[in-house]
């Protein structure tokens, strides 16, 4: 990212353009599926604009991924909010979302979850827990203003549906994925806050 003559260089600028460009590179070649002088040759830095900025390309790998995290935290946020207040429909809602992302050209699986498979080190399986984590609490947000007796384990009943999918969605390419696994959701949902008489 050339910097014109007289141009005051901006710190944070430039490592967020630096994580704007190598994002779809790490997410579509793999952590490992290219390299530091490859990635900074199709970005435009230099190595050592790199390693000021992030140390490493590990570093640049975790700051990429907490990035990503946040960003479809927030997204699947929204979808929900946007669905009105009926839990049910909440939680359609994010497998709604989901089946759009799946359906994109570019879609290769959830990035952070496959960063830990690529990478088994502490720093990259802590922020895919955190990622996780954050699915864990708005699912079981959801879950508890249905009525669920037991929120939390609904919550990770929910989520192996949402990552199941995902995985599904990435590597065996069935069509429909999303929606049938927001149909077992709506079923579990439906489950877990039935009361006795609806039995």
Same mark, same amino acid.
């Given at each position: ?8 260089? @901006? !710190? %944070?600028?430039?490592? #967020? =353009? &630096?994580?704007? $460009? ?10 490992? /599926? ?51 207040? @009926? !839990? %049910?429909?909440?939680? #359609? =809602? &994010?497998?709604? $979302? ?10 290769? /699986? ?58 599904? =969605? ?30």
């Amino acid at each position: 990212m050339p910097v014109a003559k007289g141009t005051t260089i @901006d !710190p %944070a600028r430039t490592r #967020a =353009a &630096i994580l704007q $460009a190598a994002t779809p590179l790490l997410y579509q070649r793999g952590l490992d /599926g290219i390299g530091v002088a490859e990635l900074c040759a199709r970005i435009g830095v230099s190595k050592e604009t790199l390693y000021r900025h992030f140390g490493t390309k590990d570093g640049l790998v975790a700051a990429m991924l907490e990035v990503r995290s946040q960003r479809v935290s927030d997204w699947l946020a929204a979808a929900v909010a946007s669905a009105g207040d @009926d !839990p %049910a429909d909440q939680l #359609a =809602a &994010i497998f709604d $979302a989901l089946r759009q992302w799946h359906d994109e050209p570019t879609f290769r /699986g959830c990035a952070v979850v496959n960063a830990a498979t690529q990478h088994h080190d502490h720093a990259v399986r802590a922020i895919t827990a955190r990622h996780l984590d954050r699915y864990l609490d708005l699912l079981a947000d959801i879950a508890a203003r249905a009525g669920a007796a037991a929120p939390a384990a609904l919550a990770r009943q929910l989520l192996i549906l949402v990552e199941g999918a995902t995985v599904v =969605a990435a590597h065996h390419r069935m069509t429909g994925t999303a929606d049938q696994a927001r149909d077992a959701a709506l079923t579990l949902l439906a489950a877990a806050t039935a009361t006795p008489h609806d039995s």
